[in-house]
């Protein structure tokens, strides 16, 4: 079993940065794979990025290709999702995910254990 906290969303104006945490709890936290997905009013969940168990491998979502990175700190148990250059586009809430298996993935179908969220809101 994996408990994620997301933390680190907020209002900010459009061009600027942010970075979101996912905490984990558990010392398994290096087996798995870990994602984020965001869900804006009224549409589906989207893959915005992940990363395999080590971080040497990771995938974007071509909309936040070259502005948004993730990273993990796997003796602190913790994912990362640095945001530059920030859009009104970009609101929504941020989910942080935990695959089935070490891998990293871009659909929702593979990852079982999931964060509460953690609002973004971008203004123009």
């Known amino acids: 079993q994996v408990q994620l906290v997301e933390s680190g969303g907020g209002l900010v104006q459009a061009g600027v940065s942010l970075r979101l945490s996912c905490a984990a709890s558990g010392r398994t936290f290096s087996t798995y794979g870990m994602g984020w997905f965001r869900q804006a009013p009224g549409k589906e969940r989207e893959f915005v990025a992940a990363?395999?168990?080590?971080?040497?491998?990771?995938s974007y979502a071509d909309s936040v290709k070259g502005r948004f990175t993730i990273s993990r700190d796997n003796a602190k148990n913790t994912v990362y999702l640095q945001m530059n250059s920030l859009i009104p586009e970009d609101t929504a809430v941020y989910y942080c995910?935990?695959?089935?298996?070490?891998?990293?993935?871009?659909?929702?179908?593979?990852?079982?254990?999931w964060g509460q969220g953690t609002q973004v809101t971008v203004s123009s």
């Open positions: 995910a935990a695959a089935w298996n070490n891998n990293y993935y871009t659909s929702a179908t593979s990852y079982v254990y």
């Open positions: 990363i395999n168990w080590s971080g040497g491998f990771t």
